[in-house]
């Protein structure tokens, strides 16, 4: 049977919970909310924790909380999903994007410092791929030039820099549950904020927005559902693998049509202006207690397919610098011919992802804004994908290497 790119993480009582909510009436509003809040602050042991519709608009809550001055200046890393660079544009900041390193897709600190200039108020140090940034000089930097630090955490729950959790380090920081996250609550996002003024500000913008509309929290889950029936290895093999397959072929990319269009979003769209609904919180409370294993699970693959990829001298392993843990959201390996490899691991019943997120200095979206070159971000798009998530088997990742070792050329 062929092997998805995608293992999504559930609870085994989702599907349960969700049918429980929706006969008691508990699907919009109830206590969930307030008790999951209070759990993720005792997971993470510092800051205020406010539920939001989207990750990226606990985002852009934090950037109004924030109240920085007109004409503020933003750094942002130029390998990052484009929605965080557009929010902190509607939210009224001029982006300013910084390189990474690519050997951890992470801010490059010195870049960082390039970047800096005397409007620079606020950076976001993306924890790309589940790998924390070096974020020691980073804070030492925004220290000195008293700019805000707004870590994004949305690849990266549970995972680690010199022991203390990601989210913690600096001034606030962001947090996905969208169904494919290392927390999946089928949707939502999280805001982790240090200081109390800006959290109270923060929830006092999420508790003036409307709540979301049933069929709108209906939809997520149908949603939800066709995404763990259709990544089964059964109903995978059998549906959407022989599109890949047959793309593969023929030089097409179906990923095109799997992720959100590129765009401006100011207006915001409707359903980023609402509220998370209590039924994902009770979700979420019932996935938390699972997280380490299902990291723990992930990172054993991680480090199976380490070894067995090893001995390939044109071959790259994620780099996991001293005193950082991996959460592997995403397991990226460089090859010397990134697309012919994706092809042959496709035709051998692998499904493998290239790009997963964006290099933003090279969207027409940002063209009007001011670009130094970014070499690390663009080479960093030439990696692959490789399969590890926590519901393969061991058999399966080591099919997965063997898989990849005889497609690299």
């Not at 559930?10 to 008691?24: L, N």
């Not at 910084?98 to 801010?107: E, G, K």
């Not at 996905?176 to 939502?188: C, D, M, R, V, Y």
């Not at 996002?189 to 003024?197: E, I, K, N, Q, T």
């Amino acid at each position: 049977m062929a092997i998805s790119r995608y293992g999504i993480r559930v609870p085994p009582r989702a599907d349960e919970i969700f049918e429980e909510y929706q006969k008691s009436g508990r699907l919009v509003q109830g206590p969930d909310i307030d008790t999951f809040e209070r759990a993720f602050e005792k997971r993470l042991g510092a800051g205020v924790a406010i539920a939001t519709s989207y990750g990226r608009m606990a985002f852009f809550h934090i950037l109004k909380a924030l109240d920085l001055p007109p004409g503020s200046e933003i750094v942002v890393p130029a390998l990052t999903f484009w929605v965080i660079p557009e929010l902190a544009r509607v939210a009224g900041l001029r982006l300013v994007f910084a390189d990474v390193d690519p050997d951890t897709f992470t801010l490059d600190p010195a870049a960082f410092e390039r970047a800096i200039t005397s409007k620079t108020r606020a950076v976001v140090p993306t924890h790309l791929y589940g790998l924390p940034c070096d974020m020691d000089p980073i804070l030492a930097l925004a220290r000195r030039h008293g700019i805000a630090v707004i870590e994004d955490c949305a690849h990266a729950l549970g995972a680690a820099y010199r022991g203390h959790p990601v989210g913690t380090l600096g001034d606030a920081a962001l947090f996905s549950f969208q169904t494919l996250k290392p927390l999946n609550a089928f949707g939502g996002g999280l805001a982790l904020v240090r200081d109390g003024s800006v959290a109270r500000r923060v929830r006092s913008a999420v508790d003036a927005l409307p709540w979301p509309d049933q069929t709108r929290i209906l939809n997520r889950f149908k949603v939800g559902r066709a995404m763990r029936f259709f990544t089964k290895p059964l109903v995978f093999t059998l549906t959407g693998f022989p599109i890949l397959w047959v793309c593969s072929w023929f030089d097409w990319s179906p990923d095109v049509y799997l992720w959100e269009k590129i765009r401006s979003l100011d207006p915001l769209p409707d359903s980023y202006t609402e509220r998370f609904p209590n039924v994902q919180a009770a979700i979420a409370l019932a996935a938390l207690p699972m997280l380490d294993e299902w990291t723990e699970r992930t990172r054993a693959h991680a480090r199976r397919m380490d070894a067995a990829l090893a001995g390939l001298p044109t071959v790259q392993t994620p780099v996991v610098p001293e005193g950082r843990t991996h959460a592997y959201y995403q397991y990226c390996v460089y090859v010397p011919h990134r697309d012919p490899t994706v092809c042959r691991c496709i035709r051998h019943g692998v499904d493998i992802e290239s790009l997963h997120v964006d290099v933003c200095t090279e969207l027409p979206l940002f063209a009007d804004c001011e670009m130094s070159p970014t070499p690390g971000a663009s080479r960093s798009a030439g990696v692959i994908q490789i399969p590890v998530y926590a519901s393969l088997t061991d058999a399966q990742v080591q099919r997965v290497a063997d898989t990849v070792r005889r497609s690299v050329h």
